[in-house]
DNA sequence: CGAGCGCGATTTGTATACAATAACCACACA
DNA sequence: TGTGTGGTTATTGTATACAAATCGCGCTCG
């Protein structure tokens, strides 16, 4: 979008992820609009962005707030992530060119090298990551998965996740990376679709161990916090 | 959302439907305003879900266009949409309680009723076919699915496909929706997404025959027209 | 003859004022 | 005490005016 509507879009969004709000908070357009320094049209066009892509909502009466994750939302996430994103890797092991394969090594390179620095840069990780499996979406050739995926794999992983990672963790992705690009090599789409699908999944359980058991109550932060 | 705004949404997306303009053709947001009585602001709320849904789409330079589906646009949300929905019926087939399920067997009813009139009632097949599948999207209980299935069910099927249907294929529509209930009623989930597997993909291929044969251009209706 | 260039007309983007709706609060009444 | 009701404030929804960008077209200049 244009200047204003997107500004306000990447102020919201970085506002909203940086913890600095609450979930559940109440947030008003003028709000919104008084901190990005647009006015309330390209913010309303912005927070429109950021329902579509779940991290805010709106109560039944209108009224918008910072959406409020619970397990089984995140869980209920990764599984369609992973039913899509295998299928994108199925698809992109049949149309993967000589070239997109060796830009995919390449990424993987950069990913474990900074996975390998003490300590691991876990930003750069991320972005590597991220450019991974877009460019495999890509090549999937699906415009319309690439649209239903994109909503799913922004806003809850990146979220507040970041730094739950070991270093152990972070190998193994990029251990599961490697496999895949040889699964791609090979032109096997089974076996694409067979790492991609572990590899989520891995993450999955990464994740839910570091945010709780499984009987827990929806992330519920809001009452006690930061003295 | 508010009353303008749908209104618009729903004036603007009969009117795409309709056929009384062509794929490619452009809009303007204010043509799109005149015709539903509101202002832009309203119909560039529209607009946008639109967009979001596909039947709209802009160029490069944010000009407005009625979408041109290929028949691999096509064939890929039906794709996207089986996998979905298999998903969906797996989910439910856990989930439906016997109240539910008895309500599934009363629309299929409803839909079979429809189908044996002669001629075929095709509106009401149309409707109760929606709300059969929304009831089982419904009770997977799985909000983001149904929210996606929402983009890909809503823009292509209903779009210009209401009168392709023989009456054969109504009858077997019916069928597959009765054993679908005999699944959900033995809360078999592998059988329940087999059937919503073999009926989505033969929706597909009496879609695909009436589209036209495989190795075709996208629908090019925007040279030659009206004289 | 064709490629680039300017300029008026069209179209989209943004700000702002106002209207409609929902939340809040105080107070009366049972 | 608690429950409903009025008015007041906060918040979202819509219209409108204007700004910025883009297009179409005729023109010039090579």
Chains 1, 2 share one sequence.
Not at 45 to 64: C, P, Q
Request: some cysteine; aromatic content about 4%.
């Amino acid at each position: 979008m244009s200047r204003a509507s997107e500004h306000a879009y990447a102020a919201i969004r970085a506002h909203v992820l940086s913890g600095s709000v609450a979930a559940g908070e109440q947030l008003t357009e003028d709000q919104l609009a008084q901190i990005t320094g647009v006015s309330r049209t390209p913010v309303r066009e912005a927070v429109r962005r950021l329902e579509d892509e779940l991290l805010l909502v709106r109560s039944d009466t209108k009224r918008l707030f910072v959406a409020d994750w619970s397990r089984d939302d995140i869980e209920e996430m990764f599984v369609l992530r992973q039913m899509l994103e295998c299928h994108a890797a199925e698809r992109a092991a049949k149309r993967l060119s000589r070239e997109q394969i060796a830009a995919l090594e390449a990424l993987n390179r950069d990913l474990t090298a900074a996975v390998e620095q003490s300590p691991p840069d876990v930003a750069r990780f991320l972005e590597a990551n991220r450019a991974f499996h877009e460019a495999i979406i890509d090549a999937a050739h699906s415009p319309r998965l690439g649209q239903l995926l994109a909503r799913l794999v922004e806003a809850p992983v990146v979220l507040r996740t970041a730094r739950i990672y070991s270093q152990s963790d972070l190998r193994q992705s990029a251990r599961d990376h490697d496999e895949l690009v040889a699964a791609f090599a090979a032109r096997d789409s089974d076996w694409a679709r067979a790492v991609m699908g572990s590899h989520l999944r891995r993450a999955f359980h990464t994740f839910a161990r570091a945010v709780g058991p499984k009987a827990d109550e929806p992330a519920n932060d809001r009452d006690g916090s930061e003295p």
